[in-house]
């Protein structure tokens, strides 16, 4: 990195630092930034920071938000009967715009990972554990990923709630709906047919 | 099964080369370290479980580059096929095969299998039990994209479960997230266990049948399955043994901060005439024995998938005796099996079957087709 100018090289190493960005993409990336007119540069810069100091965790679901609570929480529309406990607020996303789940979300950050360090404590779980003495509530949905992380995670968090008497499902896994099964890959397929059902 | 053509770019000493194959026998000649095994390499490669010597991605790629790429085209029952693969310095390789991108490499093994026989294999006898565990691995998983994903979740559940033992003993996780992990780990556990004795008891009579013949019939191979932990009788109990297993070692495993039972620590015990053979084989039974487990693999993947796996033998051709050359040479011709082969010396050939093979000549990273 000596070669480039001093704040050159300062911007490579932070790109370099995202997921997924290696030296050469930092570097690919850094000349993009360059040559954009420093209008550009300075509405990203500050995309960064806004997104940073605007934002915050949502007390009750844990969310990102930027009103606390979030407009989940707040919407008394919403069924309060359902908890769908996700890893990711990109994943409350995902599920929003299926349009068809309209109870409550919380987001985990994470799952559980003892190679990362992350046990319970690290997760929003005492958080999730506040909110279930709710009146309305009846079934926690989890739908962590179906990694063994996730997995491992799912089996937690039922081994905590089910003893409270409420219901706790697991999303299905298996095949895409509308795909053609010749498509899918071997190993979903093979989950579907494990998850089969009579009919 | 058949590779007709295969592209190597950036790959270990392949600059660039593309070559047709001959549909029945090929051999690479050359003297040593001109790249005939990184030939064998990258034609094992297309089945999907990786390097046979255990090489990364970064050791396959030619000095200074930023890319490999290995692109085939072949037949499977008569229908062809397109296998792309790329690596470019990305946590994972780009896999297509008939231009779709495959989720998991070993899904290949839908186009290619392969079973490759080296001289490293003489340690499938006296090595460590890792050796045995992954021709097992390797063997079950070509006929069984199941059983990988079973291996796969039940390795990095493993390694979160002695993350976990080690973090227990430095005082940062409970005993109740071994329980957790505990369960995580051992309907996997019972799985790929089940689907190994499976396997063995397939793969074991051909094993035999074939190192009684290369024996002369004096003498008699046996494959027995050694597992970490007590197990009962009836298949329904083993979860139960298992679990047994894994809390009556609790302690000593917090100790030791690693998982000490397990399908990752069974062995595949080999035994000539009752005989232990990790103890007393000789060179030439090792060989024999090596020898009849890859073939004993060719005939289990028949078994399977009713047609033949492309068979690379690196290097062992000087190993077997004239005798037994010509007639491993002459069955796999017969039963239309591709084969490659890599040798220093033609001689080690039979003349009578020189009209059937395709030979190339290996030199620098180069190879072309040959006749002398």
Redesign the interface.
């Known amino acids: 990195m000596l070669y480039y100018a001093e704040p050159v090289s300062k911007l490579i190493e932070e790109l370099s630092k995202l997921p997924?960005v290696?030296p050469?993409t930092a570097q690919r990336l850094a000349f993009f930034l360059l040559r954009q007119s420093r209008s550009d540069a300075v509405a990203l810069a500050r995309a960064i920071v806004d997104a940073h100091d605007k934002t915050k965790y949502c007390s009750s679901c844990m969310n990102l938000t930027e009103r606390d609570p979030c407009r989940f929480c707040c919407d008394e529309q919403r069924d309060q009967s359902l908890i769908c406990v996700v890893e990711d607020p990109r994943d409350v996303v995902a599920i929003e715009k299926t349009r068809d789940y309209h109870g409550l979300y919380h987001v985990l950050h994470g799952s559980?990972?003892?190679?990362e360090?992350i046990?319970?404590e690290q997760l929003k779980i005492k958080e999730l554990m506040s909110r279930l003495s709710s009146p309305h509530l009846r079934e926690v949905i989890v739908a962590s990923n179906p990694?063994?992380?996730g997995?491992?995670t799912a089996?937690?968090l039922a081994?905590l709630i089910k003893p409270m008497g409420l219901k706790v499902t697991r999303i299905a896994h298996g095949l895409p709906v509308g795909g053609d099964l010749e498509?899918a890959?071997?190993?979903t397929l093979?989950r579907a047919l494990e998850g089969r059902r009579e009919l | 099964m058949e590779i007709k053509s295969i592209e190597l770019v950036h790959f270990r000493n392949y600059e660039q080369v593309k070559v047709p194959f001959h549909r029945g026998i090929n051999i690479f000649v050359g003297s040593n370290g001109q790249g005939k095994t990184n030939l064998l390499e990258a034609i094992a490669l297309l089945s999907g479980n990786g390097s046979h010597r255990d090489a990364k991605d970064t050791d396959m790629l030619s000095w200074q580059k930023d890319f490999y790429r290995i692109k085939a085209e072949g037949l499977t029952f008569n229908h062809p096929f397109q296998i792309d693969l790329l690596y470019s310095g990305e946590k994972r390789k780009k896999v297509q095969l008939n231009g779709r991108t495959l989720k998991r490499i070993y899904d290949l093994s839908e186009a290619v299998n392969t079973v490759i026989f080296s001289p490293e294999d003489l340690a499938l006898v006296k090595g460590s039990p890792s050796e045995r565990r992954r021709f097992l691995d390797r063997e079950i998983g070509q006929t069984s994209p199941a059983y990988c994903d079973v291996l796969q979740r039940y390795q990095k559940a493993i390694t979160q479960r002695n993350a976990l033992l080690r973090r227990i003993r430095q005082k940062e996780a409970t005993m109740a997230e071994l329980d957790l992990w505990d369960e995580q780990v051992a309907p996997l556990a019972v799985e790929l266990l089940q689907r190994r004795l499976d396997s063995i008891a397939k793969i074991a009579p051909y094993a035999r049948q074939i190192y009684n013949s290369l024996s002369e019939g004096k003498e008699e191979l046996d494959l027995t399955y050694r597992s970490s932990f007590p197990l009962q009788y009836d298949r329904n109990y083993w979860l139960d043994d298992y679990k047994k297993a894994l809390r009556d070692r609790r302690s000593e495993e917090i100790i030791r901060q690693v998982t000490l039972v397990g399908p990752h620590r069974d062995d595949l015990q080999l035994y000539i005439n009752k005989r232990e053979a990790k103890l007393y084989a000789s060179q030439g039974q090792q060989r024999s024995i090596a020898l009849s487990l890859k073939l004993a693999e060719i005939a289990f993947i028949y078994y399977f998938r009713k047609e033949y796996p492309i068979v690379l033998l690196d290097d062992v051709m000087s190993e077997l005796d004239p005798q037994r050359r010509e007639q491993l040479l002459k069955d796999l011709h017969r039963r239309q099996v591709q084969v490659f082969i890599t040798t220093t010396h033609l001689r080690a050939f039979p003349a009578t079957m020189m009209k059937e093979m395709a030979l190339f000549r290996v030199q620098e990273g180069r190879l072309w087709p040959t006749s002398e």
Do not use: I
């Open positions: 997924g290696g050469k559980l990972s003892p190679m360090g046990g319970p990694t063994v992380e997995e491992a089996a937690y081994r498509y890959d071997q190993v093979l």
